[in-house]
């Protein structure tokens, strides 16, 4: 049973936009949160940015002021709006349940000219 999955990577100019979105379900939601991790080629997976059950937000410093994150509670899903986008953002993109070792599968975010 899938309980998270990414959509919304692709590939984008420097400074442009995209926006991920973590499908999950009303019980992570509710019970969880959910966090957003990156992985570049070669390096290990880092913290991008986290939503509580709670609705408490934390950010990456280097995604301050460019990503914000929210839920959407109709769709049960999570998203991940990135602006201001740089070529050091490209990385596969994954989504977690806050406090367990659910994951999704990624989704990979190309950022070139």
């Known amino acids: 049973q899938v309980q998270l999955v990414e959509s919304g990577g692709g590939l984008v100019q420097p400074g442009g936009s995209l926006r991920l979105t973590c499908t999950t379900s009303?019980?992570?939601?509710?019970?969880?949160?959910v966090g957003w991790y990156r992985q570049a080629p070669g390096e290990q997976r880092e913290f991008v940015a986290r939503i509580t059950n709670g609705g408490f937000q934390w950010y990456a410093d280097f995604a301050k002021g460019r990503f914000s994150i929210s839920v959407d509670s109709a769709q049960n899903s999570v998203n991940l709006q990135m602006n201001m986008l740089k070529p050091e953002d490209t990385a596969v993109y994954y989504c977690?349940?806050?406090?367990?070792?659910?994951w999704g599968q990624g989704t990979q975010v190309t950022v070139a000219s």
């Open positions: 977690t349940a806050l406090g367990t070792s659910l």
């Open positions: 009303r019980k992570i939601l509710d019970e969880n949160g």
